[in-house]
T-cell receptor
Framework: SQQGEEDPQALSIQEGENATMNCSYK?????LQWYRQNSGRGLVHLIL?????REKHSGRLRVTLDTSKKSSSLLITASRAADTASYFC???????????FGAGTRLFVKA | DTAVSQTPKYLVTQMGNDKSIKCEQN?????MYWYKQDSKKFLKIMFS???????INETVPNRFSPKSPDKAHLNLHINSLELGDSAVYFC????????????????FGDGTRLSIL
């Protein structure tokens, strides 16, 4: 089965609220990445967190990583309508070079 | 300046035809990828090249053949197209992965939407 799996599958919030998405994976990782995909566009890299890091920030984004639980979360604070997109986590297969994407969380931010 | 560009953006064709999708990156990256995204948005890697050398060749039908004439280009040729090939195909590039299990941030093109009639 696939490495990264996001939860929830879909999320609908009001502008200004925070959005939290979770990702679980199954094997050992060196790092984990989060991407955003706007409708009809390619994926855009948001943030990379290494296995020895627990938390990372980038603007309104906050990513946490818990390697003991094999999970990561992406928090978007003060969401905007422009944050409406699908969000994916990505990991590599253990000891390999293959990128494995989760099924994604579809975020809808209502203005 | 488009970093990763794919052509065509839309491809509508008949079953049984042969078609190609082209990809070019101007980022100076060593590694390029092809992904297939299905109607449920699930993204699966198909191939990866590092400096023109194939390093990932997932279980895809041998009707799909990637070709990398140089490290800035990775094209995808598909023979005898089938209905199940309908999907969005993404090209991406990154700096070389320097250690097994590691990842580099990938830059994606905007996809080629392939529809088989």
């Amino acid at each position: 089965s696939q490495q990264g799996e996001e939860d929830p599958q879909a999320l609908s919030i009001q502008e200004g609220e925070n959005a939290t998405m979770n990702c679980s994976y199954k094997t050992s990782i060196n790092n984990l990445q989060w991407y955003r995909q706007n409708s009809g566009r390619g994926l855009v890299h948001l943030i990379l967190i290494r296995s020895n890091e627990r938390e990372k920030h980038s603007g309104r984004l906050r990513v946490t990583l818990d390697t003991s639980k094999k999970s990561s979360s992406l928090l978007i604070t003060a969401s905007r309508a422009a944050d409406t997109a699908s969000y994916f986590c990505a990991t590599a297969n253990t000891g390999g070079f293959k990128t494995i994407f989760g099924a994604g969380t579809r975020l809808f931010v209502k203005a | 300046d488009t970093a990763v560009s794919q052509t065509p953006k839309y491809l509508v064709t008949q079953m049984g035809n042969d078609k190609s999708i082209k990809c070019e990156q101007n980022l100076g990256h060593d590694t390029m990828y092809w992904y297939k995204q299905d109607s449920k948005k699930f993204l699966k890697i198909m191939f990866s090249y590092n400096n023109k050398e194939l390093i990932i060749n997932e279980t895809v039908p041998n009707r799909f053949s990637p070709k990398s004439p140089d490290k800035a280009h990775l094209n995808l040729h598909i023979n005898s197209l089938e209905l199940g090939d309908s999907a969005v195909y993404f090209c991406a590039s990154s700096q070389a992965v320097d250690s097994p299990g590691g990842l580099q941030p990938q830059h994606f093109g905007d996809g080629t939407r392939l529809s088989i009639l």
